[in-house]
């Protein structure tokens, strides 16, 4: 079987989660924590996305990301 390929690399995750505090992270942690981030900035992307259609416009711009972000 291959490995597995992600949008958001595991080393910098682990990096993330050791600047947090982490004196070790392991590559299941890494893992779960890639995962949640995918969702979480899926959801903001499309929350975005909504943002500026709701504005008259195509492009999603930084303060949309912004305000998706907070909701």
Do not use: C, W, Y
Request: charged share 30%.
């Amino acid at each position: 079987m291959g490995r597995k390929i992600t949008v958001i690399p595991k080393a910098p995750v682990g990096r993330i989660l050791i600047k947090a505090g982490a004196k070790r992270v392991s590559a299941d942690a890494a893992s779960v924590f890639t995962e949640i981030l995918i969702e979480m900035t899926e959801n903001i992307a499309i929350q975005a996305a909504k943002i500026a259609k709701h504005s008259g416009r195509k492009t999603v711009n930084e303060g949309d990301v912004r305000l998706a972000a907070k909701k």
